[in-house]
């Protein structure tokens, strides 16, 4: 079992940056793929980023490539993700999630632990 909970979401201005962190806890948690997704009212939720067990791979949407960095630390039992250059689309919540393998991909089917996610608002 995984518990994720995530934090750093807010409000910021167009252009500004933000930091999601995510906690995370559970005896082998180190061992999964780390994703973040996002979903804006009245859309399904997307892929944004993701990152192997070690670190070693990582993955980004097109819409972030350039923008957001995914990292963790898993002495820290933690995942981030840095938010620059943010713009109004990026609005949405965000969730922290396990895959329960080892790489992280971009299918959300392939993760079984989700947290409850974090608003991030960016204004114009």
């Known amino acids: 079992q995984v518990q994720l909970v995530e934090s750093g979401g807010g409000l910021v201005q167009a252009g500004g940056s933000l930091r999601l962190s995510c906690a995370a806890s559970?005896?082998?948690?180190?061992?999964?793929?780390m994703g973040w997704f996002r979903q804006a009212p009245g859309k399904e939720r997307e892929f944004v980023s993701s990152?192997?067990?070690?670190?070693?791979?990582?993955d980004y949407a097109e819409s972030v490539k350039g923008r957001f960095t995914i990292s963790r630390d898993n002495a820290k039992n933690t995942v981030s993700l840095q938010m620059n250059s943010l713009k109004p689309e990026d609005t949405a919540v965000y969730y922290c999630a396990a895959d329960r393998g080892p790489w992280g991909y971009r299918d959300p089917r392939t993760y079984d632990y989700w947290g409850q996610g974090t608003q991030v608002t960016v204004s114009s």
């Open positions: 990152i192997s067990w070690n670190g070693g791979r990582t």
């Open positions: 559970g005896r082998t948690w180190s061992n999964y793929g």
